[in-house]
């Protein structure tokens, strides 16, 4: 700071400049035409604040100075300085925080770019300069209109309106995205400022954050190669299933429990164009209503009791670029499908408790183990969700058709839970074997793996003995209406075979007392099937 007046009106100076701890800038004038000289001295010296009468300070603020006026005397020189000494830090502090803001702004990844009242360009960060090609110092002072993206701030100027991810694209043929805000200052707009980026940097950005998902666990785990099976039925859905899988289309995927419909979902996902984004899986049958309402689309902040601050997203936006697997549609509430169609029908969500439509790039394969048609026809499935999301369908036979698959699968499970419990069994006895093959497995192929992991905890024996098959068949809780009896401990393989074919028959039809629709609905074979099977028995039953 610097005092500039009469000799005898800065007398003193020096005191107060001890007490106060201020070096103070003393320019005495002779005369009050030296105003001007005296002015340009305490400029040179980077004076911000000059203290001075009346005839000094309309040039000092002519000059862009800050001034403080002195009355008279020695203690109003004093009263001035103090006076001088807060307006210097106030100075000192915004000066601090229009560095730390010149700091941060220069720092972020976003282009930005403010104008004044008028349209005029007040400030711009070097990013800004980079993607639009522009140079501060050219552009400063200069009308928005000169400029990318000036008529969108001069639009917000004139409206008052904010514009949120807006797509422009610049004349060298990038695309930005644009957030354009007025500044609004007691109800008077006094500027606006914008935001941008360039949307192959929004699409890099998108990219890690998918694999900051897969990090997570949102991950295809099965393959192909894990789906096991040399029967000619395996086979057969195996290649329609990749062939499906390198399509961009949605899948139903129809079985019983059991049969390995998420292995499927898993093995598509992962020969598909999507195998790199995230694969989410999710059971409808598994979670309450209304929270898998908020767990498929996501929340807004204070959408309802307990809300997480900040909202949540919801699974529809985690899968973005990605697979979103829906098994046991069929449990899905009415409500729920209505939201699903919109959802397939227009690529986009809304959150919960929101009013903001979110864009979702999704491919969804959908599971059940129900008649989806002839949910329709009783009115407890929508039918336009069922045309949507019946566009390719993946049938999945039960184990009972593909008997062949048996041995390989049990191998497979054996050596899981030999690894799993820490022992080293080698197989199964053949009239064990025989039995796993005739039984109808209910539970497909989720109760062979549990019959396996039973027989591997249960004995020490190598081979497994066919007897405790035969048990632990019999105590299996899906096990058929009838009970299993001991194999003949000698005798041909064939033979045996058919005897417990026979004998399968037999106890069946007794527990149904001889309704033979209802003997080949538990046995798992058409009726005609079952007739010809009949015919071989020895007893002509």
Known sequence: ???????????????????????????????????DQGIDILVRHGVDVVIGNICVLPSAAARGLQTVLILCG???????????RKVFAVRSREKAQAEEIRTIINFVDNGIIAVDAQGKISALNPMAERILGLNHAEVIGQPAASIPLGARLEKAIASGKTEIGEVEILKNGTRVAVNVMPIIVNTRV?????????????????????????DRGHVAKYRFADILGPSPRTKAVVERAKRFGRVDATVLICGETGVGKEYFAHAMHNVSPRREGPFIAVNCAAVPENLLESELFGYAEGAFTGAKKGGKQGLFELAHGGT????????????????????LQEHEVMRLGDDRVIPVDIRVIAATNRDLRKMVEENRFRADLYYRINV?????????????DIPVLAENFLQVFNKKFDKNLKGIEPRGMELLISYPWPGNIRELRNIMERLVILTDEDP??????????????????????????????????????????????????????????????????????????????
Request: net charge neutral; charged share 25%.
């Open 392 to 404: 390719l369908t993946l049938i999945i036979p039960p184990l009972r058709e593909r008997m062949e």
């Open 1 to 35: 700071m610097g005092i500039l007046d009469l000799p005898e009106m800065i007398r003193g100076a020096a005191t107060l400049e001890e007490i106060l701890g201020l070096e103070i800038i003393r320019v005495p004038l002779q005369t009050f035409d030296q105003i």
């Open 190 to 214: 006094t500027g606006a400022v914008t935001t941008f980026q360039e949307i192959s940097s929004l699409q890099m950005l998108d990219q890690k954050v998918r694999r900051s998902l897969r």
């Open 464 to 541: 497994i003995p066919a007897d405790l098959v035969a048990e632990c068949l019999h105590a299996s809780p899906a096990r058929p209406a009838f009970p299993l009896r001991a194999l003949p401990a000698e005798g041909n393989p064939a033979q045996t075979l058919a005897c417990l074919e026979e004998q399968a028959i037999r106890d069946v039809l007794a527990s149904v007392h001889g309704n033979k629709k209802r003997a080949a609905q538990i046995l798992g074979v058409s009726r005609t099937t079952l007739w010809r099977r009949l015919k071989k028995c020895t007893d002509n039953l």
């Open 324 to 343: 979103i697997f829906l098994d046991e549609i069929s449990e899905m509430s009415e409500r729920l499908q209505t939201r699903l169609l919109r959802v």
């Open 74 to 84: 020695q203690e109003a020189i004093a009263q001035a300085l103090q006076e001088a």
